[in-house]
C-alpha cells in the first residue's frame, strides 16, 4: 500500500468512491459534484494505493478557526471513504496517520472531521468537540417575539462582506468556529441556489445588516402545511436574533411547524418560551484533535491573566511529536512550551482529553471530577482551571 496525493487522473474515481460510499448524503450526481467542487481541494486530497488502485481517499482542507479570538490553522478531514472490496485492513487508519504529519507540516495545530463513527475515530485521537441542539416548535411559540423595529430583504452574495462581519462578532462568543473564506461564502450561495433555499437578513432603522437566517419551506408527504426549517440563524445583538425568530413567525400561514437545527449550547431559548416543553434533541456534532500540543499552545493567547508553570504528560500513540512530558509556562498573555520527558508531570492524560481540555469543549475541573485525567499536583487544580475554563464552542459547516 502506498499512500500519495491523488493523481490527476484518478479524479472520476474519486468522485466514484464518494457516490459508492455516500450515496444516502448524495442522491444525484450533480450535489455530488457540487460539493467536491466546493469544497474539497485536489492539493491535498490523499488516496491509499494498491499499485495503480485507488482502494481510498481522505480530502484535507486548509482552513482557519477562532480560539479566543485568535485565528490559527486547522486541517478539516472530508471525504474518508474506502471502496467495500478494501475494507478492514487499516487503510483508513493509515490514511489518518499520514495526514497527521502532513497536517504537522503545513502548521496546522487542529483538526476538525464528522465521523461516521465516533468510537472509531477515538482511536486515532478525536473526539466530541461540538454539541448542538435541534427544536421542533409550533409557530405560536415564536409569536411576541421583537418589536417590529427592523426590516427584512433577501440576501445574495453582494451582501457576503457585511454577513462575514455579523458572522464575525456573532462567533466572538464561541470557540473553535471556523473562519469562513470568501470561496466558503461562494459556495454557500450556491447550495442555496440548487437546494432551492432561502437567506433573508434583519436590518436597523440606518439599514445596517445586523443578523441573518438561512431556511427552507419543506412539505413533508401528507401534511398540509409546510414545516420551515431554520439552518442557520445569526446575528451581532439580541435585538436582531428577536426580529429573526419574528420573521420566522411570519410564516404562519403556510408553515405551523418550526424546525430549528444547530442551535448552539447556550441558546436562552427554552427560557423564552410560554410552553417549553417541546421535542428538543442534543445533537453530538463535528469531531476536534489537537494536531501538535506544542504548537497549538503557542498560537493561543491565555485569557486567564495567570502567571505560573506546569507540568504535563501526553499520550498519543498517533502522533510522537506529542508523546511525552511538557512543561509549559505562562506569561505575558502566552504560552511557552518545552518538551522534556524527564520531569514529572502535574496531570496526565490522552490527547483527546488535553483536546477537550485545552479547547474549552470541557473544563479542567469538569475533567478531574469525572477521572478522565489524572492530577498529580492536586495544588494545581485553580490554577488548570482558570486556564482552560469550560466555553461553548460553536460549528455550523458542513465537509
Not at 478557526?65 to 472490496?85: D, S
Not at 497527521?100 to 482511536?123: H, I, P, T
Not at 404562519?252 to 424546525?259: H, L, S
Request: with cysteine; hydrophobic share 35%; proline share 3%.
Amino acid at each position: 500500500m502506498k499512500i500519495k496525493r491523488v493523481e490527476e487522473k484518478d479524479r472520476e474515481r474519486v468522485k466514484f468512491i464518494d457516490y459508492y460510499c455516500f450515496y444516502d448524503e448524495f442522491h444525484d450526481k450533480d450535489k455530488l459534484n457540487l460539493f467536491l467542487d466546493g469544497t474539497l481541494e485536489w492539493e491535498t486530497c490523499f488516496g491509499a494505493y494498491d499499485g495503480e488502485t485507488l482502494m481510498a481517499i481522505l480530502g484535507l482542507l486548509d482552513y482557519k478557526a477562532a480560539f479566543n479570538g485568535r485565528a490559527i490553522k486547522m486541517g478539516g478531514i472530508t471525504t474518508v471513504a474506502t471502496l467495500p472490496e478494501f475494507r478492514y485492513k487499516g487503510t483508513v487508519g493509515k490514511l489518518l496517520s499520514f495526514t497527521l504529519n502532513k497536517m504537522k507540516e503545513m502548521g496546522m495545530v487542529v483538526s476538525y472531521l464528522d465521523a461516521f463513527q465516533y468510537a472509531f475515530y477515538r482511536k486515532y485521537g478525536w473526539e466530541i468537540g461540538f454539541v448542538r441542539k435541534q427544536v421542533e416548535l409550533v409557530s405560536e411559540d415564536l409569536k411576541g417575539f421583537g418589536d417590529n423595529s427592523h426590516s427584512f430583504k433577501p440576501l445574495n452574495k453582494d451582501n457576503i462582506p457585511d454577513m462575514n462581519a455579523v458572522y464575525e462578532k456573532y462567533i466572538e462568543n464561541y470557540n473553535c468556529a471556523v473562519l469562513r473564506s470568501n470561496k466558503m461564502w461562494d459556495t454557500k450561495f450556491l447550495w442555496i441556489k440548487f437546494l432551492k433555499h432561502n437567506i433573508y437578513g434583519v436590518f436597523d432603522k440606518d439599514d445596517n445588516l445586523k443578523g441573518y437566517i438561512y431556511y427552507e419551506k419543506k412539505k413533508p408527504e401528507k401534511q398540509p402545511f409546510s414545516d420551515f426549517c431554520i439552518y442557520e440563524l445569526v446575528y451581532s445583538n439580541v435585538a436582531a436574533r428577536a426580529e429573526l425568530l419574528r420573521f420566522a413567525y411570519f410564516h404562519n400561514a403556510e408553515c405551523q411547524n418550526i424546525k430549528w437545527y444547530g442551535i448552539p449550547e447556550d441558546d436562552p431559548l427554552l427560557f423564552e418560551l410560554k410552553n417549553p416543553r417541546r421535542n428538543l434533541k442534543i445533537d453530538p456534532n463535528m469531531m476536534i484533535r489537537i494536531v501538535d500540543v506544542a504548537g497549538f499552545l503557542r498560537e493561543i493567547p491565555d485569557i486567564s491573566g495567570s502567571e505560573g508553570e506546569f507540568t504535563m504528560r501526553i499520550t498519543d500513540k498517533h502522533a510522537e511529536w506529542n508523546d511525552g512530558v511538557f512543561r509549559v509556562t505562562v506569561k505575558n498573555g502566552g504560552f511557552e512550551v518545552i518538551k522534556d520527558n524527564t520531569l514529572p508531570p502535574d496531570f496526565e492524560c490522552d490527547i483527546n482529553q488535553f483536546s477537550l481540555i485545552v479547547t474549552g469543549v470541557c473544563g479542567f475541573a469538569y475533567l478531574t471530577k469525572y477521572e478522565k485525567l489524572t492530577l498529580n499536583d492536586k495544588s494545581k487544580l485553580e490554577f488548570l482551571d482558570a486556564l482552560f475554563p469550560k466555553k461553548t464552542t460553536y460549528m455550523n459547516e458542513h465537509f
